[in-house]
Structures are given as structure tokens and as C-alpha cells.
């Protein structure tokens, strides 16, 4: 229906080639955030440009070694993206910068958003720990340290805790549980644990019941949310990715090598209890989609669909 392109590309041998984040849907518009930091904004129903943005020269960040690889998040009149361990906000509207901030370092993290202690904020993992700022503003709300570096996104509990993780050059370092409180016109953060049982590195983790699902460096891994110790550990997928059935509590996983498995989100044992050899062809590192009864998987080369049904006994 329409096609638009940049004379620009990113690219290095590891992953492929750019661009990293995925585009955002909002109001008519399409929001893309390439490898080399190039924020488009584009009429869905034409793709004529709207406006366009640098926003690494807006940051004044260079481009990392994995390129940008953060997802636009709109809220309230603004889009916001990631430069690095830097975030810069713009008007909706008109591309103006709004403003810019977050935290340093290197980060492949996208800023999220939260309503933590009743009040709504983006959340942002970087080299030296965590944020939450204000949408608005970006006017630091609060702030916790844990250095190292940040690619997945953190996590919520039921209660309104939030799961951060760091890693380093060799791998994930671990999580850690951490509560944080607005009183008094203060905001506080408070450790609650720390955990090796679920190390992310750039594979993300999801939240069910009560436990926390992922990829221990490159082999699942369950832990219990109260304390954090590991309930199990098993099934060898390489760095694959994993997406929460949560009606069915259920882990539908792509491993790194193509096949499809599904495995309980249960924290009594790791099962498997289906698998498929060979959804794709080579290594993907992305993410699998399910959207109503089609499953969509892809690496930098291909993209397979497959029609679900449920057998009946």
C-alpha cells in the first residue's frame, strides 16, 4: 500500500542489520526508531512523513555498538526514545524537543511506562541502575543504583514492586526485587532481594502468578517473587525468546535455532509439552507474536506464519 525508506542503514555481523525497536501504533501514526537513531513519524494511512527527528544529535550520544535499538513509547502528547543510557522526549504534534534526560551509560532498554504508588511515570533501565520520570517533564522522580548495563525490560509485580536486572560484558548478573514508595512528597526505593536464580542478559523475562519465567544466560529458569530463589531450571533453547499464554499458563518459546515449544508456566518442574523442529531457518533472536489463532515468527531473513487450532479429544 505504500513503502517508505531513509538513506541510511545499520549493521554488524552479530545481529544483522537494523533497525532494533519495534514500531509503535498510536492515533493514525506510525512511530519507528532506527539502528542510526532516526525517529520518523508517519501517516498510517499513507506513510507520508509527518515529521522526522535525530535523536542522537539531539542527545549529542554516538551511535552504540548494537546500534539504537529502543521502541518509541507516546504518552500524553510526547514520544520517547532511547539514545544510549539517554532519553529525549518530543511534541507529538509538531517534533518539537520537549525535553531530554534519564540516566548514562549504555543501555538497549526502551523507556516504559508505569503507575507506580498511584502515580504514572516511564521507567528506564541504563548503566547505572534505574529511573522513573515524569512523562511531561522528564523530571527525575526517583532513581535506583545497580551498575552495569541494560537491554530487557524490568518488570511488575502484583503488588507494585518492580523487577530490575543489570548484566555486564559476560553475561546476565542478576535481579533484584526492589519497592518503591511516594510519601510525604518523597519518593523512597527499598532492596527487597537479589537473586542469581534468574539472570537475564537480552533475552526477556515475563511475570506470572507470583513467579518470574526467562532465560538464565541460555536455559530457562523459574523463580519465586517472595524471596527469590529458583524453582527450576531446564530446557536448552540457545538465547531463544519466550511469550506468556497467561489464559492457558503457558510459556510459548522461539528458540534460537527456530523451533517452537510450549512449556508450562508452572513452578512445581520445568515441562515441555510440545515442540515444533523448525519454524525458521538459521539463527532468530526475535521475538515470536501471537495474534489471534496466526503465529508469527521471523529472524533477519525470513518470517513464517502458522495457523493454530485446538484438538479436540
Known amino acids: 500500500m505504500w513503502r517508505h525508506r531513509d538513506a541510511t542503514r545499520f549493521w554488524e555481523s552479530n545481529g544483522g542489520a537494523g533497525p532494533r525497536g519495534t514500531p509503535t501504533l498510536h ?71 520537549k525535553w531530554t534526560g534519564g540516566g548514562g551509560g549504555f543501555s538497549y532498554s526502551s523507556p516504559q511506562l508505569a503507575t507506580i504508588d498511584g502515580v504514572e511515570q516511564v521507567i528506564f533501565m541504563s548503566g547505572p541502575g534505574t529511573v522513573g520520570l515524569a512523562p511531561a517533564t522528564g523530571k527525575v522522580l526517583w532513581q535506583y543504583a545497580w551498575e552495569g548495563g541494560a537491554i530487557v525490560q524490568p518488570g511488575l509485580t502484583a503488588e507494585g514492586d518492580v523487577l530490575v536486572n543489570t548484566i555486564s560484558m559476560s553475561g546476565g548478573v542478576g535481579m533484584r526485587r526492589i519497592s518503591i514508595a511516594h510519601e510525604s512528597g518523597k519518593w523512597t526505593t527499598v532492596e527487597r532481594w537479589t537473586s542469581n536464580g534468574l539472570k537475564p542478559y537480552f533475552n526477556d523475562f515475563v511475570v506470572h502468578e507470583g513467579y518470574a519465567y526467562g532465560f538464565d544466560n541460555n536455559i530457562l529458569s523459574c523463580i ?76 533477519d531473513h525470513e518470517m513464517s506464519a502458522f495457523r493454530l487450532t485446538r484438538e479436540h479429544p
Open 27 to 97: 492515533d493514525g501514526r506510525v512511530y519507528t526508531f532506527g539502528g542510526t537513531a532516526l525517529l520518523n513519524v508517519l501517516d498510517a494511512a499513507t506513510g507520508a512523513v509527518v515529521w522526522s527527528r535525530n535523536a542522537a544529535a539531539d542527545t549529542h550520544v554516538k551511535t552504540p555498538m548494537w546500534g539504537f535499538s529502543s521502541s518509541p513509547l507516546v504518552v500524553n502528547g510526547v514520544v520517547i526514545v532511547a539514545t544510549g543510557g539517554k532519553l529525549a522526549a518530543y511534541d507529538t504534534a509538531s517534533g518539537a524537543l
Open 224 to 299: 519465586d517473587l517472595k524471596d527469590g530463589t529458583r524453582k527450576w531450571k531446564g530446557g536448552r533453547y540457545g538465547n531463544g525468546q519466550l511469550v506468556l499464554l497467561a489464559d492457558q499458563h503457558l510459556l510459548l518459546v522461539l528458540s534460537e535455532e527456530g523451533d517452537l515449544a510450549l512449556v508450562k508456566a508452572a513452578p512445581d518442574q520445568f515441562t515441555e509439552v510440545a515442540r515444533f523442529a523448525g519454524a525458521l531457518e538459521g539463527k532468530t533472536w526475535n521475538h515470536p507474536v501471537l495474534v489471534r489463532d496466526v503465529l508469527l515468527v521471523r529472524n
